[in-house]
């Protein structure tokens, strides 16, 4: 990242699903801080502008508004990529308050548009949580928009990875994030596959989990992780992360695609818990 640029921090308390602001204050590289800074008007989440229509979730806003009105700077996402360094400002950090259909509306919108997808930095069990949550209900938003719409919109999967958020401290002493890199890729009629499903809970070891997922990648089994809650979906991530490091010398990558299932419960009431499902994808290097 560029020096002086500073990622885009979400405040969830400023947003709403009609008129989701992706800029962060009118000032260039300051991040918005979660204290009340002001946005540009008619972001890109939920869709103003383009003649007073009013976009579903996620839909993003033109370059230039059709009233006549001069854009000005940090109004949407486009302003804010498309300024020099504007890739510097494609990371966005996610914390265990951000509202994940504030982040899903951000992804979704730059997932149909001409930018890249936004990537996602998070610290801990509850910000990892609401990262993913946050790119399955993206999956969602863009899968009824082009289930419903005569243009195709693409899928997103994303790839974890450790990353430092001070290049200058040790190893020792560095304070890691966990990096979601999002990716758009064709929207393809998924298959059922065979392949062995993997419970993940809070107390797993996340390493001995990265090699069985390894292992089953080098057998050429699919492999989902099913998780419920922070810790669960946690440890899960850290696993994928973990075991692209283990297949890295074998010309393999591993990234994964995130979706709600629904599992019964034990207890035969007929109730039944929400869980994301991680499904493991294998792509060769």
């Known amino acids: 990242m560029q020096q002086g640029l500073q990622p885009f921090v979400f405040d969830e308390k400023e947003m709403d699903m009609g008129g989701l602001s992706l800029e962060p204050s009118l000032a260039a590289g300051q991040a918005v801080n979660g ?24 839909q993003h806003t033109p370059r230039r508004q059709n009233s006549g009105e001069e854009l000005k700077p ?24 951000t509202n994940p259909r504030d982040i899903a509306s951000q992804i979704a919108a730059q997932a149909r548009a001409a930018v890249d997808c936004p990537i996602l930095q998070c610290i801990g069990p509850g910000a990892t949580n609401q990262a993913i949550k946050a790119v399955a209900i993206a999956r969602t938003y863009l899968s009824k928009s082009h289930s419903s719409g005569t243009t195709a919109h693409p899928d997103c999967i994303v790839y974890p990875e450790f990353v430092k958020l001070d290049p200058s401290q040790t190893d020792d002493t560095a304070l ?29 070891e996340a390493k001995a989990l990265a090699g069985a997922i390894a292992s089953c990648t080098r057998e050429g089994s699919r492999v989902e992780l099913t998780a419920i809650g922070a810790g669960s979906v946690n440890q899960a991530i850290k696993a994928v992360a973990i075991a692209r490091q283990y297949v890295e010398e074998e010309a393999i990558d591993l990234c994964f695609r995130p979706e709600f299932v629904e599992i019964a419960e034990t207890s035969g009431e ?16």
């Open 35 to 58: 204290k009340g800074g002001s946005r540009g008007g008619g972001g890109g989440g939920g869709g103003r502008g383009g003649g007073g229509r009013r976009g579903g979730p996620g």
């Open 176 to 204: 890691s994030a966990l990096q979601l890199t999002l990716c758009k890729r064709v929207r393809r009629t998924s298959v059922d596959k065979e392949g062995r499903s993997l419970k993940v809970s809070s107390n797993t």
């Open 74 to 97: 940090g109004s949407d996402f486009w302003d804010r990529l498309l300024r020099p360094g504007g890739t510097g400002r494609n990371i966005t950090k996610v914390g265990q308050g």
């Open 270 to 285: 007929g109730s039944a818990t929400s869980a994301l499902r991680i499904i493991v994808l294998v792509e060769q290097t």
